[in-house]
């Protein structure tokens, strides 16, 4: 059974750094690629990053340069290290699987709970 | 950047069949999904690649797309399927979600 159990959520003040991790289980997070979508108060869903299989990341242009995206093998977890936080960066963080149909036809087909992370002083 | 439209809330009876639509530039050249979250849940996928339903997802739950505009449909609506829908297009690596609609059973 494929589970994802997001960590690391907190308040954290605005400029300030947040880790959260997302520890997989019923499959190898490095033979598929993955991601974060997160979610405001209220809002909509906003993709924020995701890693190919290969390595390669991607990032929106709202976290572009503040967010990295990594992955330990060994421990079957995702990462996402979030710098210079913003009262905008507020969210649910879900992370979710990927899978892909062609060459283009990406999308997240198992997803976590989610954790919330709070930016204010 | 690549837009995904989606309008703010469809309405619907017990038992009629609710169409909710995503507009984007030739979305029909992209492939299409549709994620249902209840309220205080996670997302989760009930069609893919445009038309597909994972395992467990009800028939009534079905998806087409064509042109402009991708379409969720449910057919024979239930108080359980009250919920957020968000459509989702991949565009230059950039994963596109459409603003939400809300689905009111009445």
């Known amino acids: 059974e494929v589970q994802l159990v997001e960590s690391g959520g907190g308040l954290v003040q605005p400029g300030g750094s947040l880790r959260l991790s997302c520890a997989a289980s019923?499959?190898?997070?490095?033979?598929?690629?993955m991601g974060w979508v997160r979610q405001a108060p209220g809002k909509g869903l906003e993709w924020v990053s995701v890693?190919?299989?290969?390595?390669?990341?991607y990032y929106a242009d709202s976290v572009k340069g503040r967010f990295t995206l990594s992955r330990d093998n060994s421990k079957n977890t995702l990462y996402l290290q979030m710098k210079s936080l913003r009262a905008e960066d507020t969210a649910v963080y879900y992370c979710?699987?990927?899978?892909?149909?062609?060459?283009?036809?990406?999308?997240?087909?198992?997803w976590g709970q989610g954790t919330l992370v709070t930016v204010s002083s | 950047s690549y837009d995904l439209t989606q309008p703010p809330s469809v309405s619907v009876s017990p038992g009629q069949t609710a169409s909710i639509t995503c507009s984007g530039d030739k979305l029909g050249d992209k492939y299409a999904s549709w994620y249902q979250q209840k309220a205080g849940q996670s997302p989760v996928l009930v069609i893919y690649?445009?038309?597909k339903r994972p395992s467990g997802i009800s028939e009534r739950f079905s998806g087409s797309n064509s042109g402009n505009t991708a379409t969720l449909t449910i057919s024979g609506t239930q108080a359980m399927d009250e919920a957020d829908y968000y459509c989702q297009a991949w565009d230059s690596n950039t994963w596109v979600f459409g603003g939400g609609t809300k689905l009111i059973v009445l």
């Open positions: 690649q445009d038309t």
């Open positions: 019923g499959f190898t997070v490095s033979t598929n690629y």
């Open positions: 979710a699987r990927g899978a892909l149909i062609g060459r283009t036809g990406y999308y997240f087909d198992y």
């Open positions: 890693i190919h299989s290969g390595g390669s990341t």
